[in-house]
């Protein structure tokens, strides 16, 4: 049990990272105004498993800065979608 819990703390503090950056991006674009693009990207691969990822580019202090996550995920074969 102790061993469970353990292994599952990089997984939430990685949660809690990821959402504080995209809170500091989002709200750097809105203030800032800066120009940004967005890239959807769907796939399907040879055995049935689907995708979805999202790419985010923006500019902060003229240097160019891209972000990417896949933001769905279903396979078919269980109840993996996230």
């Known amino acids: 049990m102790f061993y469970t819990r ?10 809690h990272i ?3 950056m995209r ?3 989002v709200q750097y674009i809105v203030v800032s105004g800066a120009k940004f693009s967005i890239l959807v990207d769907e796939s399907t691969s ?3 498993v689907q995708s979805m990822i ?6 902060c202090d003229n240097e160019v800065y891209e972000f990417s996550g896949i933001v769905a995920h ?5 109840s993996c979608s996230t």
């Open 74 to 78: 279903y396979c078919g074969y269980c």
């Open 23 to 25: 809170s500091e991006i």
């Open 6 to 15: 353990i292994m599952h703390v990089p997984t939430y503090l990685l949660a």
């Open 46 to 48: 040879v055995v049935n």
């Open 54 to 59: 999202v790419y985010l580019r923006t500019t």
């Open 18 to 20: 990821s959402s504080e």
